[in-house]
Each structure stands twice: as C-alpha cells, then as structure tokens.
C-alpha cells in the first residue's frame, strides 16, 4: 500500500475512526522508537513520546493523553512479563508522559502562530521542551525516589540511576540526587521527541491534509 493510498483511506474514515488509526498507529511507533533507539542502539535516552508530540499537535489533547496512558499500561504489562511480577511504578511514569503531553498542548494548541517564521517555531519548540522537561524532571525524580526507596529501579532506567549514584557520593541527598540525575537525559530527550515530534506533525499534515485542501479548492 502507497502513501497515496493510506492517505485516500484515512481522507474516506469518519474522523472519530480516523483519530483512533492515527492513535493505533502513533502507540504502536512509539514503541518502535524506543526498540530502535534504546534496545538496537543503546542509547541513554527514552525516546517513547515522539509520536505522541505528533499527535498532540495533529489531533489535540485527549488523543496524545490516550496515546501516552495506553502506552505506559502496555509498557507495565511488558515488565510484569519480563520481572514475573508486577512493579506498580512503572504505572506511575504514566504522570510523566500526561505533563509532557499537556504541557505541549498548552502551546502547541496555538500551532498556527508556529508557521511566522522558521525562527518563532524553534522558539516555540524548545519553550515546549523546556517546559516538558521541567515537568518530566520533577515528577520523574519523586516517582525515581519512592522507586528507590521501596524497591530497585529496573534496568531500563540504568542511566539516571548512574547519574543518581554519582550524586549521592557527592552526599547529595537522595531526593535531590533523583531529580538532578533526571536533568540531562529528561531535557536531551524533550529536545529530541519535540523536534521530532513536530517533523513528523507537519509531514502527517502535507501527505494526509493535501488531498483535503485540494477537494476544497476544487468546490471553490
């Protein structure tokens, strides 16, 4: 199937059901991204909400929060099968993921102001990144906290628990050392998923919205 082809598909569904296979699809890249990047690549980073940025700003605020939930329900379920037991916290990362993306949607609502100029949008993209980052810092470093506290973090999380380490030897404490280890890689990966995001935003928006503007030039 062409891209001509998925975009005459989802031009043709009712828009409640296109919203839900544009959701499907977004959940399921996102969990793509994250095998790519951290599992194939190894990198210290999340990567788990770039498609989720693209359907805030493609679809609005209650289709990027059913993204981000469902994807942190399947992820808990995914370690309840690896641990053989369930880890709680791994549900409460959904917090993060819920401030990220309303913290997005508070300026990425006003998206059309994003189109002044290619300076204004990376100004608005790195406010975004800024202030989901700020977010995912803090309420990632008090959930990293009781984490700690009451059981072991699990590998997934190994580069913040590196960096939390460090500063615990430096005799921060540990709930400042939870929320400063989440500083560098929390903003690396805002920075990443919003630019990202927002790219794939706007490529969704010319394949699938093209055919759209051209039926209502011709009625004009």
Known sequence: MTIQNISDTLYGMPK?????????AALML????????YDLLHLPLFMDTIFTVAVVFYCGLLPGLAVQVL????????????LGRFDGFMMLYAICGILIVISTWLIARN???FKISPVVTILYLVL??????VCSVVAGGIID???LKWQNIPDMMNPIKIFTESFVHQHFNLLASCILAQIPISFADRLIATFAGYGFFRLAERLFDGKRQGKNNERN
């Open 16 to 24: 409640t059901l296109r919203t839900i296979v544009i959701c499907t």
């Open 30 to 37: 996102n969990f793509l991204s994250v095998f790519l990047f």
């Open 71 to 82: 994807y942190n329900i399947i992820n808990s379920l995914i370690w309840f099968a690896k």
């Open 111 to 113: 998206k059309n102001e």
């Open 128 to 133: 975004i990144a800024l202030i989901s980052s």
């Open 145 to 147: 906290y009781f984490h």
